[in-house]
Nanobody
Framework: QVQLVESGGGLVQPGGSLRLSCTASGITLNYHAIGWFRRASGKERGGVQCISASDGSTFVPNSVKGRFTISRDNAKNTVYLQMNTLKPEDTAIYYC?????????????????WGQGTQVTVSS
């Protein structure tokens, strides 16, 4: 049974940082494309960072470019999302997802396995 578990969310002030973790069981993340997605209240789920399994190439939308970074720790079967210079508009539930294929887009419908999400709130 595949399970992805996110952690690391919480309340942070604008300008602060958080590191989200996504730990998997039942699959080896190193062999999967990984995506971090978020859903803000009243909005659709959107991609904030995706990384391929084959060559490590990443998709980073302009909204988080230079602030968010994805990384892998294969020994721990864990993927991280380092989020710096957080803004109130980054407030959302953040999800990690995995796909055994090569997703052509950093889009939710390209990913098969999902975590339960972790809340990130950026507020003073």
């Amino acid at each position: 049974q595949v399970q992805l578990v996110e952690s690391g969310g919480g309340l942070v002030q604008p300008g602060g940082s958080l590191r989200l973790s996504c730990t998997a069981s039942g699959i080896t993340l190193n062999y999967h494309a990984i995506g971090w997605f978020r859903r803000a209240s009243g909005k659709e789920r959107g991609g904030v960072q995706c990384i391929s399994a084959s060559d490590g190439s990443t998709f980073v939308p302009n909204s988080v470019k230079g602030r968010f970074t994805i990384s892998r720790d294969n020994a721990k079967n864990t993927v991280y999302l380092q989020m710096n210079t957080l803004k109130p508009e980054d407030t959302a539930i953040y999800y990690c997802a995995a796909s055994p294929r090569i997703p052509p887009r950093c889009a939710p419908d390209e990913y098969d396995y999902w975590g339960q999400g972790t809340q990130v709130t950026v507020s003073s």
